[in-house]
C-alpha cells in the first residue's frame, strides 16, 4: 500500500449551492481549499489532488431509486411539485443540482477507490458527506448521500466488515438507513440529542434491524452544550471499543464540523481545536484497527469564515501527515480575501481558538449529563460486540 495521500478536488465542486441565504454555501469549501493551499498542506511530498468525475447512474442507483434520479433532473424545471423532499426551504431546487451532486458523489467515490487500490492510504473529501439523502428523497441539504454510494461501492468489492464514523452534530440517519439491516457495515454517529436537533433521530436504542444487523448500528446522543472535554470523553468511551470490536478493513468518517459552538444551526460547544483532536483521534484508529485506510469526508459546518476553513484545513493536515501546531499564523493573504469577498465575519488570526483539548476518561462512577449519555450508548450497543458496559477499560 502506498503511503500517498489523495485530496479530491476540482473548483467545479463549487457548483452544489442552493443559493441565497442558504446556510450550505459553497464558499466554505473555496474558502477551506485556499486556506489549505495558502499553508502548504496541498503541496506535501505524500500529497496528490485529484479531480472527481460525476457519479454515473450506476454508481448512484447502488443507493437511490431511478425515479428518484429522474425527479431530480427534472426538478429545476419543475421545482415545486417535483416532490421528493426537492423544492423545500432546506432543499432548494438548483440549475445543474443533478450534475452537481452527481460531482460530489463521484469525488467520494473517488477517495474509495483511491484507497481499495492501494494507492493512497488516506483520501479526504470536504466536499462530501451528505449523509442525509434518502434513498428516494432529498433531505437536510443533500441532494445524493455520497457516503453511502462510496460504503455500497465498496461493498461491491468485497469488503465484508466496513465502519462508518459521523462526527457531525446531526444524526447520520441517511447513512444509517442505507445499511440498517446489512451487518457488514457498522454505522456510528456522535451527535447532538435529537431531543433538540433535526432530524430527531439517534437515540442509542437504535441499535440495527433486529432480524437481520443488531448492533451494527451505535448511537451517541450528546445534551447541548458539551464542550471540547465533555465530547473527547464521551467519543473516547464509547467509539473506539465498537470500532476494535468491529475489525473493520476500512475507516470512512463524516467529520462535518457543526458542532462548533459557534455554529448556527446547533447547540454543541466545541472549539476547533477539540474538532482538530477528533480528526486526529480517528485517524490514529484507521491505523490500528485497518492498516491505515481511511476515507475522510467533510459534511455540515456553516460558521463560513472562523470554523470550517480552519476545522477541515486540520483535517487535510492531519491526514497528509503534517499536522499545524495550533497557533499556526494565517497567512495575510487569506484574510484579505475574506474581506475582499465582502463577508461580514472578520477572519481569523490563528489556527486556535486556545480550546482545552484535554479531558478524563469515563469513569462510571460519575454522574453528569455526558456521563449519564455515555451510559446509555454502552448499556444499548456494548453486550452485542462482546463488551461490558460497566467495565472502563471495554
Not at 417535483?82 to 451532486?101: I, K, Q, R, S
Not at 461580514?344 to 456521563?371: A, C, H, I, K, Q
Request: glycine share 10%.
Amino acid at each position: 500500500m502506498s503511503d500517498a495521500v489523495t485530496v479530491v478536488w476540482d473548483d467545479a465542486l463549487l457548483g452544489y449551492t442552493m443559493g441565497g441565504d442558504h446556510p450550505m454555501h459553497p464558499i466554505r469549501l473555496g474558502l477551506t481549499m485556499r486556506l489549505a493551499d495558502a499553508l502548504g498542506m496541498l503541496s506535501g511530498d505524500r500529497v496528490q489532488v485529484l479531480r472527481p468525475t460525476p457519479a454515473d447512474v450506476d454508481l448512484l442507483t447502488l443507493v437511490h431509486d431511478p425515479a428518484y434520479l429522474d425527479a431530480v433532473k427534472r426538478a429545476p424545471a419543475d421545482p415545486y411539485s417535483v416532490g421528493h423532499g426537492l423544492g423545500t426551504p432546506d432543499n432548494p431546487v438548483f440549475e445543474g443540482m443533478y450534475d452537481a451532486a452527481a460531482l460530489v458523489t463521484g469525488g467520494s467515490v473517488l477517495a474509495a477507490q483511491q484507497v481499495h487500490s492501494g494507492r493512497a492510504q488516506h483520501a479526504v473529501n470536504i466536499a462530501g458527506g451528505l449523509h442525509h439523502a434518502m434513498r428516494d428523497a432529498a433531505s437536510g441539504f443533500c441532494v445524493f448521500n455520497d457516503a453511502a454510494v462510496a460504503i455500497a461501492w465498496l461493498l461491491g468489492q468485497g469488503y465484508e466488515r466496513i465502519a462508518y464514523v459521523d462526527l457531525d452534530v446531526h444524526h447520520g440517519d441517511g447513512v444509517q438507513a442505507a445499511f440498517y439491516d446489512d451487518p457488514r457495515v457498522l454505522t456510528v454517529s456522535v451527535h447532538q440529542t435529537p431531543l433538540t436537533l433535526w432530524p430527531g433521530t439517534g437515540y442509542p436504542e437504535e441499535t440495527g434491524d433486529p432480524d437481520k444487523a443488531l448492533g451494527s448500528a451505535v448511537n451517541l446522543a450528546l445534551p447541548n452544550g458539551t464542550d471540547d472535554s465533555g465530547w473527547l470523553r464521551a467519543f473516547n468511551a464509547v467509539v473506539p471499543s465498537v470500532v476494535r470490536a468491529f475489525a473493520p478493513q476500512i475507516l470512512i468518517t463524516q467529520c462535518g464540523c457543526d458542532a462548533h459552538h459557534e455554529d448556527p444551526l446547533a447547540d454543541l460547544a466545541l472549539t476547533v481545536d477539540g474538532q482538530r483532536a477528533s480528526y486526529r483521534a480517528v485517524h490514529d484508529l484507521a491505523h490500528e484497527v485497518c492498516d491505515g485506510r481511511w476515507i475522510a469526508l467533510g459534511g455540515g459546518g456553516y460558521g463560513l469564515v472562523r470554523c470550517v476553513p480552519r476545522a477541515w484545513t486540520h483535517l487535510i493536515a492531519e491526514a497528509g501527515g503534517d499536522r499545524l501546531a495550533p497557533d499556526t499564523e494565517i497567512p495575510l493573504t487569506w484574510r484579505d480575501d475574506v474581506r475582499r469577498r465582502g463577508l461580514r465575519t472578520e477572519p481569523p488570526l490563528t489556527m486556535t481558538e486556545g480550546g482545552y483539548v484535554g479531558f478524563s476518561r469515563w469513569d462510571p462512577s460519575t454522574e453528569n449529563r455526558v456521563d449519564r449519555a455515555i451510559m446509555r450508548t454502552r448499556t444499548a450497543s456494548f453486550p452485542y460486540f462482546g463488551l461490558d458496559p460497566d467495565d472502563p477499560r471495554d
